[in-house]
């Protein structure tokens, strides 16, 4: 699976943004997604993850109420829509996949080891 992070930007505190990860390569609805971020200096963190039907979703506290994650396997992508921003969220966005195979139908990954697949990396800056 190859991915592909896209939308970030630079946004002023309470702004939105739309994160796209678009998926080619291995059947897409095989794998559940994740979002992960990582700030200068620190390391990276969960942020959100969907299985592959789109059923199930779990977010970091820290996002919750402010972030969404959905997708449209039809056209094989994945989204994480971004709304009240804080200077805080500034990063580089990741989208990675995982087998959803791997994990029985209840458990939503959130350890980056758990993914199989990342994308290259998004930056949102947001301003204060």
């Known amino acids: 699976v190859q991915l592909q992070a896209s939308g970030g930007g630079l946004v002023q505190a309470g702004g939105s943004l739309r994160l796209s990860c678009a998926a080619s390569?291995?059947?897409?609805?095989?794998?559940?997604m994740g979002w992960f971020r990582q700030a200068p200096g620190k390391e990276r963190e969960f942020v959100a993850v969907?299985?592959?039907?789109?059923?199930?979703?779990l977010y970091a506290d820290s996002v919750k109420g402010r972030f969404t994650i959905s997708r449209d396997n039809a056209k094989r992508t994945v989204y994480l829509q971004m709304n009240s921003l804080k200077p805080e969220d500034t990063a580089v966005y990741y989208c990675?996949?995982?087998?959803?195979?791997?994990?029985?139908?209840?458990?939503?990954?959130?350890?980056?080891?758990?993914?199989?697949?990342w994308g290259q990396g998004t930056l949102v800056t947001v301003s204060s």
């Open positions: 969907i299985t592959w039907s789109g059923g199930s979703t």
């Open positions: 990675a996949a995982y087998q959803a195979s791997y994990f029985s139908g209840s458990y939503l990954p959130t350890l980056g080891y758990e993914y199989d697949y």
């Open positions: 390569g291995r059947t897409f609805s095989m794998y559940g």
